[in-house]
């Protein structure tokens, strides 16, 4: 069930930073100013035109388009496991997320239905994904307002993340770790995966969460910072089709994880197959970007407790479902050692015989860190996809950002850019 995190206490809001559109009268006295499309603080090439009237922000115009990569046009050029390896440079601060959230679609295409043990180990990861992403943007935050210290704090730890994805994958940045059915391959050694999450979960995750909340959360400069910035109603952000922390701070109370649930994300659990996590959802009402802040931190609270309930729960059996033997590709040891296994894997990695999907089209859905990723697939029934569309969450939550900094001052844009966790490549697919 979702809760409600507590108002903000201790400190009052700056009203006049709210109230200045609507009791400000024009002069007519601007200037404009470009912020982007390289600048330090936007911690991605974006460009924001900006009109101001002194230091107050009169007008924002945001641009897009510096990072424009062609993405969803390279679906039609790569069939749906080589595609993984672009999904996964979308958004870049959680890659392993996207490759989860594609192949998910894909096998909702397909009708193929995971194996147990691979549900566990890509809903584990999926966490870990939000882990990081989440931490990479509470500690920008805290450094784009000048505490550098909280984000060490945060981005130390990520490089123990990246050596987990390094260890199943093989890749530290883009892992392109999933395959339709399935994954690339089996852990390494199931019992060194447990022990380096565990580390994380129980060990490193939890301390620098301890530093960081302990220096940001009560520190006025960097409260003065963020509360009453950014203010979005809950009203205004159904209506923006906001996702993920930046709706539910808002109060939405919307996861796609609970309302539409996935992997291990069920409520119920009947003892057979993957096991069932409880986690709950957290809320905020005040819609600022300290809310923001907030429900991030307790979303990494609560990705721990998910993590928590399924490390020692992983089960056995194979990690690919072979219930079509012409989607995954055989084990090696069948490739080399057999004639069937052989001809399976030239017919998969060589012809066009081993795809066959239906020709049909299909959305799917799920909960990565910024907010509902979608993937809707277009398929003639050919090995590549006819047709594939990114709903990406950061395209959907940055066409806020002229509502949420028009009136507050220039100072504040850093704040608000911040909350809302931009990636570029999702901009511009």
């Not at 009052?12 to 400000?24: A, G, L, S, W």
């Not at 210290?149 to 130390?156: L, P």
Request: charged share 25%; aromatic share 8%.
């Amino acid at each position: 069930m979702p809760y409600t995190i507590k108002p903000h206490e201790g400190f009052d809001v700056d009203v006049e930073k709210t109230d200045y559109i609507k009791d400000h009268v024009d002069t007519g006295d601007r200037w404009v100013l470009n912020f982007g499309p390289q600048h330090p603080a936007t911690h991605t090439t974006l460009r924001l035109v900006l009109e101001l009237d002194g230091e107050r922000i009169a007008r924002c115009t945001p641009h897009i388009g510096y990072l424009h990569s062609g993405f969803e046009k390279l679906a039609e050029h790569l069939d749906y496991n080589q595609y993984v390896t672009i999904v996964s440079r979308m958004d870049y601060l959680s890659p392993i997320a996207n490759d989860i959230a594609w192949h998910g679609a894909v096998e909702k295409l397909f009708g193929i239905d995971i194996t147990p043990r691979c549900k566990v180990l890509r809903t584990i990861m999926a966490e870990i994904a939000r882990i990081q992403n989440h931490l990479l943007c509470v500690g920008a935050a805290g450094l784009d307002l000048n505490a550098f210290t909280g984000f060490i704090y945060a981005f130390n730890v990520r490089e123990k993340i990246y050596d987990l994805v390094d260890y199943i994958s093989g890749q530290r940045f883009h892992p392109d770790w999933t395959r339709v059915g399935g994954l690339m391959q089996e852990l390494p050694d199931e019992a060194t995966f447990k022990v380096m999450v565990k580390n994380l979960i129980n060990n490193e995750i939890p301390r620098a969460m301890e530093d960081l909340e302990g220096l940001l959360n009560r520190n006025r400069i960097f409260i003065d910072r963020v509360q009453g910035v950014g203010t979005m109603t809950q009203e205004e952000a159904i209506a923006w089709s906001l996702t993920g922390p930046m709706a539910r701070a808002s109060g939405v109370r919307r996861d796609v994880r609970k309302d539409e649930p996935y992997l291990c994300y069920q409520d119920n659990w009947d003892g057979q197959g993957a096991p069932a996590v409880q986690f709950q959802v957290p809320i905020s009402t005040e819609g600022d970007a300290l809310a923001r802040y907030r429900v991030r931190c307790e979303e990494i609270k609560q990705s721990l407790h998910i993590i928590r309930q399924l490390i020692d729960n992983i089960p056995g059996g194979p990690v690919d479902t072979f219930a079509d033997g012409k989607v995954v590709k055989p084990n090696k040891k069948d490739v080399y050692g057999s004639i069937e296994g052989l001809i399976q894997h030239f017919e998969i990695i060589m012809s066009n015989r081993g795809w066959k999907p239906p020709i049909a089209e299909v959305y799917s859905c799920q909960e990565t860190a910024n907010g509902q990723l979608g993937y809707y697939i277009v398929s003639d029934g050919g090995p590549k996809s006819f047709r594939a569309k990114t709903r990406p969450p950061c395209f959907i939550n940055y066409q806020v950002v002229s509502k949420m900094c028009e009136g507050h001052m220039l100072s504040d844009i850093v704040a608000v850019i911040g909350s809302i966790n931009v990636v570029a490549a999702e901009l511009d697919r």
